[in-house]
């Protein structure tokens, strides 16, 4: 046996056959590349976006702030990077949310359980508008129903 350096991972080890590189065998190397998935998240103010956001970002949630126009952050996962693209859900930020639809994999709607039956109705008529987009309609959709702690919660079945 002798010892040679591996030049595709630039480590020493011990080999029985003289330069063959097993990389499984010498070093990790560098993880492979994460995919990226660009979704947009989506509801009305007060839902949670920003605080789900931040809760999967592991930031503290004492600095959250809501989002006037719209936010993009990165949310790294062992397999995956998801790059979500926050839009305000302020009544006059709402006619925008198209705009920002392009390229988009995927589809966060946040919607607050515990909210007003006028804000809940609001709520299902910009979902639905969602869903009939052309740029999202064929896309995955995880529709959130938020705020389950509170006393006034909808349940799913309700919302």
Do not use: M
């Not at 959250?64 to 979500?84: C, D, E, M, R, Y």
């Not at 008529?125 to 969602?130: G, I, K, P, V, Y």
């Not at 529709?143 to 309700?158: C, F, G, M, W, Y």
């Amino acid at each position: 046996k002798k010892n040679i350096t591996c030049s595709f991972c630039f480590c020493f080890v011990c080999f029985a056959l003289p330069w063959q590189c097993f990389r499984a065998l010498c070093c990790k190397g560098p993880p492979p590349p994460r995919p990226e998935y660009d979704l947009v998240c989506i509801g009305l103010s007060g839902s949670g976006k920003t605080s789900l956001l931040s809760q999967l970002c592991s930031e503290s949630p004492e600095n959250i702030v809501s989002t006037t126009g719209f936010s993009i952050k990165a949310v790294p996962f062992q397999n995956a990077i998801l790059n979500v693209k926050e839009l305000g859900g302020a009544d006059n930020i709402r006619k925008y949310w198209s705009r920002y639809y392009q390229g988009s994999q995927g589809v966060i709607f946040v919607l607050d359980s515990a909210s007003s039956e006028d804000d809940l109705e609001t709520a299902r008529n910009e979902l639905h508008s969602a869903l009939q987009h052309p740029q999202l309609c064929t896309l995955p959709f995880l529709i959130l129903a938020n705020h389950q702690d509170k006393p006034a919660a909808r349940s799913v079945q309700e919302v």
